[in-house]
């Protein structure tokens, strides 16, 4: 018996170990795959980037699963409207361009042809802004592919976020008025010696005529005729000269404005990252101070326009409350000012499949996001292959110290290296990658404020940089040149870099080192020495640019890496100082990753004038632009790389040999040269992805993922989306003025409360014709906010409807969030009527009421009597009986007792 | 007699380089609009540098002056780097140095895909993938020309030669324009179908297969939307004009009086035909070939082909003088050297053709 126990026994423990394995199972299975299997370095096993210029094929490859994501934004509407449709697709949005009229400020007369510019008067610029309906420009033009813009201001940026409440009530100011612009153009027409005859505008016996540039390659052609036919409207003879960029350009910013061939340009800009202080826009747009050609040049700003604008251009001011007072100036006086009319801001979408989520940048999209190889996936699923298709592909030669710039390389050269700060794509501000904290210190009283808690701000009286901080480079010499005594900075940055920074390997396997910093220090000011073999002429305005700044660089400790540095840059965000001293010298350039093994190959290459890293410099030596990943270069870099391993070459050997060992040495370009061989190239980061292959006749790129990567995928996953707040106005009482009032605000994200803390502030402005009601809300719970106002606020509405504005600004997203609707306001009498009425209502109410509820009772009590009534006849009858009975047992009983007396 | 060939040979291949050397130089004022081409750069750099170092956070707070100096020395170096610095009548004659000695020079804007500024780089690197598709076409649309139209010559008045005049007119409508049509169905249409496809466009699948042999495989299944678009819009138009142009050789009278002698048929067309109708068909072949290595600028757009046709229109759209001088600069001599040799090649051909030195 004892073996069909055993059987039983064995039988038992294979159901028990089934069951439990289907338990794991299932367990394991409905684990959410970002917990199941996070992988180190990228979700994805592999991006591919192609080209493809055809939006519309684009389109129909994404819905057909043929790529995943495209990294470009559509510009056609229809198709805008196929991506919306479909349930296959999502979208993101971008805003990074903007249109706008540029007006010729020359005149009244123009010197060259005697002709008359209206737009040389302020107010007819001004009035442009009530002539152009920019609603109608978004809906019907642009087909919803755009918001009004009213000011320079960016919406999805932090300034127009700070000063949304002024920008609102330009907005209301500024809105169409057809009939305001015909107003105040005829009065100041008339004042110019203009007449109007015949619904025509004549000037010294001539037609004003308007030559208005319309460029053609985008919306600027509708756009342009839209607003000249409200000119012709006005009276004016337009002269539509309809031109591409290159046609105008010579015309418009390099022609001198005083020869009369030009009055509106139908203009349009663009920025590719979001800006988190635009202090210097207005010199930029209305005065001369940007320098660029005779139209700036003729730029007259009123003399307190000017000033204010000077004083922002300089960032000439010591406090944050100094700098709202002059941005809201500002802001005002350019309306005024109006040398460009403000349109529309493009909303432009980026589209992906469903399955497939990534980073976006609010002003740059899935191209220019940092962070998209942190967080490119497949919902669904661990690995796999994403197929990504843009516009244009290994435009330049890439190289990290000057190589190509162009978005289109950027977008994969930067998933190969990994940065000490990541920028969040949605407020602007850096986030610690490869830092443990940042300590930063600025002189008081300059206007440096701080959101994040990994940095820490302190204002001290005076920073003297400390003699043995280094300052410069001999490169006669080979050696650092340290802090002058007495050399004083404005910021002091002290920089503690993650114990493992030295562990993070580079894709041949090198570790990151300490050499890689002091190699970029010296080579920042190498290539500005005219005697130094990398000289680069065309590198010393920049250089002088950050020699204007640079006061000082002190490495502190190497175990772990902590810097001092030393700075009269000056930026808003102590998270920006932070990164300024962070990333000066971490290998990662401006272009690209940048070991220090990997840019001397191409150092060696350009001191004996074989290659440049920079295009200038390859010009003017006739050899080629250096690539580190193909062409003519590839061998180039091969051949001094072998003749860096058989020197045992090391680069500034004064300084750097005292980092670095002979067979650390070997060992890094051991590792580079088995790589190329590997790979055929000589792109290596420490980045996420590595890229495995380049086909530059099919312009195609493939990188694949490092799994060698310090970090596991989910550790920026929160940028996957951005918590763009919900904002509505739930409650809305009446108001009555002298009374105090709330109003209910909700702020929401997917349904749920958004957190209390993570808000910036919500502003609100009410608006009625007797007052402008502004101020803050406040937060009563998380998604809970209130506007409180004071019976002394209320006294000043007038009766009657108000509208209320809501602008939301939450600290994770840099773009307000914008909501409205109405109130009532009523007088104080119209209040006591109607509380009154009210309170008669109710008492109408209530005594209906009670005389319903009375006649119900009656009638019940009715009901109760008939019941009753039935029930007193069946007594009355049961009493006649009993009495008829009674009388008939007495009658029975005395005739009993008389039959007993007879008997 | 030889110095006679010797010294009409040296007369023609002045005239012909004096020609290249004319076109090219034409070419350049054309490529530049006279030099206003510079107004046109210059305002485009200077915008470009102006808007990077206002958006470049190294930059924010350096007073005007600063900044005024580090724009001009910016903007500065760029025209140093593309020699717009020196007047474009300097520059123009650099061009046709360049592009006479078959230097080429280097390109002011674009790149090689390899990432090299040498024009003449940038055009070889391109080169192959227009001979491989265009040039593949035009053989074959050439091939199919000749026999069809030779067959149907032959065949006058018959159903087959009725259809080809009906279906001629299919060419008055570009390649490209069936390439739209064809990319919708059978790379579109056909994936919502059936699931599978031809390719959108491009040269080769992404990623690009690493065997050699499937990488080959590859770029033959991207050529076929192309060269079929190209097939569909061409073919019947050579089918016609060759049939018609044999027909008209057909009628010669040595013709006639070959059939009425009695020859045979084969011989008749090979002797009496084909023979005195090859100088022509030498020189269409000729010209066709040189023509395709030109490429197509709007066929390789919809295709996203990366040929000499795109490299072409990107050149144009950036005023890349260089760039299109270089490619101008090979078709013109490629052009006059096949002149120059389809005259000896006629004397071989037709012996009725002789030498001006004869």
């Given at each position: 018996m004892s073996w069909v126990i055993t059987l039983k026994g064995k039988k038992r423990i294979l159901a028990e170990s089934l069951l439990t394995l289907l338990f794991l199972g299932v367990i394991i299975w409905s684990i959410p795959v970002s917990y199941a299997q996070v992988p180190?370095?990228?979700?994805?096993?592999e991006v591919v980037f192609s080209v493809e210029t055809d939006e519309a094929k684009t389109v129909d490859m994404l819905l057909k699963n043929?790529?995943?994501?495209?990294?470009r934004d559509i510009r056609d509407p229809k198709l805008f409207e196929k991506i919306k449709a479909s349930p296959d697709l999502w979208y993101v949005t971008s805003y990074g361009l903007y249109f706008e009229l540029t007006f010729n400020?020359?005149?009244?007369?123009?010197?060259?042809?005697g002709k008359l510019n209206p737009f040389s008067v302020p107010r007819i610029r001004e009035a442009m802004n009530y002539l152009v309906d920019r609603k109608y420009i978004c809906d019907e033009i642009m087909a919803g592919m755009a918001v009004p813009k009213y000011?320079?201001?960016?919406?999805?940026?932090p300034d127009y976020a700070r000063y949304a409440d002024v920008v609102k009530e330009i907005e209301k100011e500024y809105s169409y008025n057809f009939e305001k612009a015909r107003e105040i153009i005829t009065e100041e027409m008339i004042k110019l010696g203009a007449e109007l005859r015949d619904g025509k505008w004549y000037y010294k016996g001539e037609p004003v005529t308007i030559i208005f540039i319309i460029?053609?390659?985008?919306?600027r052609r509708a756009i342009g005729d839209y607003v000249a036919s409200q000119l012709e409207k006005l009276g004016f003879t337009v002269d539509r000269q309809y031109k591409t960029s290159r046609e105008a350009a010579p015309i418009?910013?390099?022609?001198?404005?005083?020869?009369?061939?030009?009055?509106?340009y139908t203009g349009g800009w663009i920025v590719t990252a979001v800006s988190r202080?635009?202090?210097?826009t207005f010199g930029f747009y209305?005065?001369?101070?940007?320098?660029?050609?005779p139209l700036w040049s003729a730029y007259k700003p009123a003399p307190e326009f000017d000033y204010v604008a000077g004083k922002l251009w300089t960032r000439d001011f010591r406090t944050i409350e100094e700098r709202n007072d002059l941005m809201k100036k500002a802001l005002t006086l350019s309306m005024k000012d109006s040398v460009r009319v403000w349109l529309v801001n493009q909303i432009a979408p980026w589209p992906a499949r469903k399955e497939v989520s990534l980073t976006y940048d609010l002003a740059a999209g899935f191209s220019g996001a940092r962070l998209w190889p942190y967080t490119i996936r497949y919902v669904d699923k661990v690995g796999g292959t994403i197929k990504i298709a843009s516009t244009?592909?290994?435009?330049d030669p890439i190289n990290p110290v000057a190589g190509s710039d162009w978005i289109y390389d950027a977008m994969f050269y930067r998933a190969l290296s990994d940065p000490a700060l990541i920028p969040d794509?949605?407020?602007g501000l850096y986030w610690p990658q490869r830092v443990k904290k940042v300590e930063v210190f600025v002189e008081k009283g300059l206007p440096v404020g701080v959101t994040l808690d990994w940095v820490s701000l302190k204002f001290i009286d005076e920073i003297t940089v400390p003699t043995d901080a280094w300052y410069d480079w001999d490169p006669v010499k080979q050696e650092i040149i340290y802090a002058p005594p007495g050399t004083k900075a404005k910021t002091k940055t002290i920089v503690y870099y993650d114990d493992n920074l030295f562990n993070i390997k580079f894709h041949d396997g090198s570790k990151l080192s300490i050499a890689d910093i002091v190699f970029a220090y010296i080579l920042t000011f190498d290539r500005a020495?005219?005697?130094?073999?990398?000289?680069?002429?065309?590198?010393i305005p920049a250089f002088e640019a950050f020699r204007e700044y640079f006061k000082g660089f002190k490495i502190?400790?190497?175990?772990?890496l902590v810097i001092e540095y030393y700075s009269d840059q000056l930026y808003l965000d102590a998270e920006w100082i932070a990164w300024a001293a962070a990333m000066a010298?971490?290998?990662?350039y401006l272009y690209g990753p940048a070991p220090w093994h990997m840019v001397t190959i191409g150092w060696l290459a350009e001191s004996e004038n074989k290659?440049?890293?920079s295009a200038d410099k390859a010009e003017s030596l006739k050899v080629e632009w250096m690539?580190?990943?193909?062409?003519?270069s590839i061998p180039i870099l091969a051949e001094y790389l072998d003749k860096a391993i058989r020197e045992k070459f090391i680069p500034y050997k004064n300084v750097l040999g005292k980092y670095v060992t002979e067979a650390e040495v070997l060992e890094r370009y051991n590792n580079l040269k088995k790589w190329y061989e590997a790979k055929g190239h000589f792109l290596i980061g420490n980045?996420?992805?590595?890229?495995?292959?380049?086909d530059p006749t099919a312009r195609i790129v493939v990188l694949k993922a490092?799994?060698?990567?310090?970090?596991?995928?989910?550790?920026?996953?929160?940028?996957?989306?951005?918590?763009?707040p919900e904002v509505k106005i739930t409650a809305v009482p009446t108001i009555v003025p002298g009374l105090p009032a709330e109003i209910t605000i909700s702020v929401t994200f997917e349904g749920k409360p958004y957190g209390k803390a993570d808000m910036s502030y919500i502003k609100y402005m009410i608006t009625s014709p007797t007052a402008t009601l502004t101020g803050a809300a406040e937060a009563v719970a998380d998604g809970k906010w209130v506007i409180k106002l004071k019976s002394e606020e209320t006294s000043l509405l007038s009766a009657g409807a108000v509208s209320i504005d809501v602008i939301a600004v939450s600290k994770l997203v840099g773009m307000p969030v914008l909501a409205s609707g109405t109130a009532i306001v009523m007088s104080e009498t119209e209040y006591l009527m109607s509380e009154l009425a009210k309170a008669k209502a109710d008492y109408e109410v209530k005594v209906s009421e009670l005389k319903t509820g009375l006649e119900k009772k009656i009638a019940e009590l009715s009901a109760k009597i008939d019941e009753m009534g039935g029930v007193i006849g069946v007594a009355t009858t049961a009493i006649y009986v009993g009495v008829i009975a009674i009388i008939l047992s007495i009658v029975a009983i005395i005739l009993q007792i008389l039959m007993r007396r007879f008997k | 007699m030889f110095a006679g060939i010797l010294k009409y040979i040296l007369k023609r291949s002045i005239i012909l380089f004096l020609t290249v050397v004319v076109a090219v130089y034409i070419t350049i004022w054309i490529a530049n609009m006279g030099g206003y081409v510079d107004e046109i750069v210059k305002s485009d750099i200077l915008l470009s540098v102006s808007q990077s170092i206002r958006q470049?956070?190294?930059?924010?707070?350096?007073n005007e002056t600063q900044i005024t100096k580090i724009i001009n020395e910016v903007y500065n170096n760029e025209l140093k780097k593309i020699g717009f610095d020196k007047p474009f009548i300097y520059r123009s004659f650099i061009y046709l140095k360049d592009a006479i000695t078959l230097?080429?020079?280097?390109?002011?804007f674009l790149s090689s895909?390899?990432?090299?500024?040498n024009v003449r780089i940038i055009i070889l690197e391109r080169l192959p993938n227009t001979v491989l598709l265009f040039t593949t076409t035009q053989m074959i649309l050439f091939f199919i020309g000749l026999f069809f139209g030779l067959f149907l010559s032959r065949r006058y008045g018959s159903f087959l030669d009725r259809l080809s005049v009906l279906l001629?007119?299919?060419?008055?409508?570009?390649g490209w324009f069936y390439g739209i049509f064809l990319i919708l169905i059978f790379a579109s249409l056909f994936r919502l179908w059936f699931g599978w496809g031809l390719?959108?466009?491009?040269?080769?699948?992404?990623?690009?297969?690493?065997?050699k042999v499937a990488y080959a495989l590859s770029v033959l299944k991207h050529m076929i939307l192309p060269v079929l678009s190209w097939l569909i819009s061409y073919s019947f138009i050579n089918v016609y004009v060759r049939r018609t142009f044999f027909l008209m050789f057909s009628s010669e009278d040595y013709v006639e009086f070959a059939k009425a002698k009695g020859l045979p048929d084969s011989l008749i067309q090979r002797r009496y035909i084909l023979r005195p109708t090859l100088p022509p068909i030498v020189t269409d072949f000729s010209l066709t070939l040189i023509g395709s290595w030109m490429g197509a600028i709007i066929t390789e757009r919809v295709f996203n082909w990366p040929g000499i046709g795109s490299l072409f229109y990107a050149a144009s759209v950036m005023f890349d003088t260089p760039v299109l001088v270089g490619l101008v600069v090979i078709y013109a001599y490629l052009l006059a050297a096949t002149v120059f040799a389809l005259e000896f090649v006629y004397v071989i051909l037709d012996p009725r053709i002789r030498t001006g030195g004869a």
């Open positions: 180190k370095g990228p979700w994805v096993d043929e790529i995943q994501v495209y990294f400020p020359v005149g009244p007369e123009f010197p060259a042809t000011t320079v201001l960016t919406p999805a940026f460029r053609v390659e985008d919306q418009w910013i390099r022609g001198n404005p005083a020869d009369g061939k030009w009055h509106i202080d635009d202090a210097d209305y005065t001369p101070r940007a320098g660029l050609g244009d592909l290994l435009v794509p949605f407020t020495k005219p005697e130094s073999p990398v000289f680069d002429e065309s590198y502190v400790s190497t175990s772990p010298f971490y290998p990662e290659l440049a890293f690539s580190y990943v193909a062409g003519p980045g996420p992805f590595y890229l495995d292959k380049v490092n799994r060698e990567f310090i970090d596991p995928a989910d550790k920026w996953l929160k940028f996957s989306k951005p918590m763009i | 470049n956070p190294a930059f924010k707070g350096l230097n080429l020079g280097r390109a002011l895909d390899s990432g090299s500024k001629a007119p299919l060419s008055s409508l570009p390719p959108y466009g491009g040269m080769v699948d992404a990623p690009p297969p690493i065997d």
